[in-house]
Nanobody, 124 residues
């Protein structure tokens, strides 16, 4: 059974850092694009960052460019999101997800397996 489990969310002060992790099981991880998405209260889910199978392609939302870094370790079936210089507007539930289409894209509707999410709160 395909399963994605996120971890690493926490309460952090503005300007702080967090590293989110996504662990996968139950499928051939290395075949698919993996993405990080977030959903703030009252807002639609949005693509934060996505990474291709080999890691050679990455996408970042304009709001996180230069602050967030996505990476993956296919041997460990892990994807990470390093988040630096966090802002209150980064507060949201963060989800990792899998796109099994073999295309590289970072829109929520394209992803068909999702984790349960991990909460990130940026507040002083």
């Amino acid at each position: 059974q395909l399963q994605l489990v996120e971890s690493g969310g926490d309460l952090v002060q503005p300007g702080g850092s967090l590293r989110l992790s996504c662990a996968a099981s139950g499928f051939t991880w290395s075949y698919y694009t993996i993405g990080w998405f977030r959903q703030a209260s009252g807002k639609e889910r949005e693509g934060v960052s996505c990474i291709s199978v080999s890691g050679s392609k990455t996408y970042y939302a304009d709001s996180v460019k230069g602050r967030f870094t996505i990476s993956r370790d296919n041997a460990k079936k892990m994807v990470y999101l390093q988040m630096n210089s966090l802002k209150p507007e980064d507060t949201a539930i963060y989800y990792c997800a899998v796109d099994r289409s073999l295309l590289f894209r970072c829109t929520p509707g394209a992803y068909d397996y999702w984790g349960q999410g991990t909460p990130v709160t940026v507040s002083s």
